[in-house]
Each structure stands twice: as C-alpha cells, then as structure tokens.
C-alpha cells in the first residue's frame, strides 16, 4: 500500500509540476502545446488507473 501511495504521490507532483508549466508559458508554440497536452493526458491516465485500481 505504501508503494502505490509513493507511485500516485509521484504522478500527482508531476501533474502540479506540469501545470505550473503550462501558467508560466505565455506564448507557446503549436509544438509545445502538443507536447504538453500530451503529457497532460498521461497524467490523467495514471490517476485514473490508479482510482479504478482502488475502487
């Protein structure tokens, strides 16, 4: 249980880590905003997994 709270514990720091990202970025590039995004959706798969495994 530990582990799993270590893991969601990581995932959520890079969400926060992430969005703080995306308020200092003013101006971003078509690029960016892909990448970005993408890695957006990443975050959101994990926590999802991780709520569907708890339930």
């Known amino acids: 249980m530990s582990a ?18 995306v308020l200092n970025s003013s101006r971003l590039s078509t690029y960016k905003k892909l990448h970005l995004s993408r890695k957006k959706d990443m975050v959101e ?3 999802s997994k991780f709520v569907q495994g708890t339930l």
């Open 4 to 21: 799993q709270l270590d893991k969601i514990s990581k995932v959520l720091q890079e969400g926060h880590e992430l969005a703080i990202k």
């Open 45 to 47: 798969k994990k926590i």
